[in-house]
């Protein structure tokens, strides 16, 4: 399946991307792209395929539901049924497995359980109903932090009290570092995700090439964008180079966006998190400030950190870091598929398990 072309000539890129990877051919090359949007561009353009045998892409954490820890939905799941609250969240997260439950049994039971596409639609539901608590699941990086921000501070400022965020938050940047520091995993260079540098900037980067030794390419998200960070990257391995490149400046500057910055930084503090499969990472969260507690699911409510649990036989946490192929696993497309999924990355489109499903299933399953 080819690339879809638009005006970059993809047939020299893939040439180019060949020749370097020849100049390689003693040493085989892993690189990790840590975007959920990456992991369906690579798999629904075919660009797997194109790569050179000695050059494998391979999927991060990227996806925000796929790392939500399981007891998460499970703390979400007893808002709805104990405390008579409206669960509102992003369709993705309705279906995904708890410990003991998930949102659409909590649903199927009685319990108040609403998609929304914006967060704006949580806090309209909140100013048109005064008396019912409204409960919205904060999940995703810094490219969804800033909305949540801004939400609570309107909130806040306009004095709807029945507006409550259950934060789930993640930064992207002290996961890569764990990825790094585990001995078990072999990462050469990282194709960083393009959304999430729009906020933190190219800049955040570069602890990676200074301290880790590793090249790193901000990348668009389709596939020319991708094989250019590919071709910069294996430039640098050419070259002994180590360093931070940027191929999406058309959206992405070093600093970032500075503003989204500033309101992260006034209504969130970072925290140690739970990801799911890959356990406790500090500084890796994002917590409400006692500014805004009123408004706050986990004081109100007394809620703990999440519990990180992984059903078994399911692999997430294998293939979250990169160490195993989504086929690999013995539930994929067996007892875990899209209508019935046993771990999250086979609920999310953006879950490494879904989309191996949806492009490749016929062959991993033969």
């Not at 570069?206 to 998200?221: E, K, L, N, S, Y």
């Not at 007892?335 to 492009?359: F, H, I, L, W």
Request: with cysteine; aromatic share 6%; net charge neutral.
């Amino acid at each position: 399946m080819p690339v879809k072309s638009s005006k970059i000539d993809t047939k020299n890129l893939v040439k180019l991307l060949n020749q370097l990877c020849e100049r390689l051919a003693d040493r085989p090359i892993k690189v990790m792209e840590v975007c959920g949007t990456h992991t369906v561009t690579a798999h629904s353009t075919g660009l797997h395929s194109l790569l050179p045998d000695n050059l494998q892409l391979i999927s991060g954490p990227g996806c925000p539901v796929c790392v939500t820890p399981a007891g998460f939905i499970d703390q979400a799941a007893r808002l709805a049924l104990e405390h008579d609250v409206q669960v509102m969240t992003y369709g993705d997260m309705v279906r995904v497995p708890g410990i003991k439950t998930s949102l659409e049994d909590v649903r199927r039971q009685g319990g108040k359980v609403s998609v929304v596409y914006s967060i704006n639609d949580a806090i309209a539901v909140a100013q048109q109903e005064p008396n019912q608590k409204i409960v919205f699941l904060g999940i995703g990086f810094e490219t969804t932090a800033p909305a949540t921000a801004f939400a609570l501070q309107r909130a806040q400022n306009e004095g709807i009290k029945n507006f409550i965020v259950l934060c789930a938050h993640k930064r992207i940047i002290p996961a890569m570092e764990a990825l790094l520091n585990d001995p078990a995993i072999s990462i050469d260079a990282f194709l960083a995700p393009g959304h999430v540098s729009v906020i933190i900037g190219a800049g955040a980067y570069d602890f990676i090439a200074t301290q880790h030794r590793r090249p790193c390419v901000v990348a668009g998200f389709d596939g020319e964008q991708m094989l250019m960070g590919l071709v910069q990257i294996l430039t640098q391995l050419v070259a002994g180079q180590v360093k931070v490149e940027n191929v999406y400046r058309s959206r992405v500057t070093e600093q970032g966006n500075r503003q989204a910055q500033k309101i992260i930084d006034e209504v969130f503090t970072p925290s140690m998190s739970i990801w799911r499969g890959l356990g406790a990472i500090e500084q890796s969260g994002l917590n409400i400030r006692p500014a805004f507690a009123d408004l706050d699911a986990r004081n109100i409510f007394d809620l703990g950190p999440p519990e990180d649990f992984e059903p078994s036989g399911c692999r997430c946490a294998e293939v979250l870091k990169g160490l195993i192929q989504p086929s690999e696993c013995k539930l994929f497309a067996q007892q875990c598929t899209p209508s019935a999924p046993v771990g999250a990355c086979m609920v999310s489109r953006e879950g490494s398990c879904s989309a191996y499903y949806k492009y490749h299933k016929a062959g991993a399953a033969s």
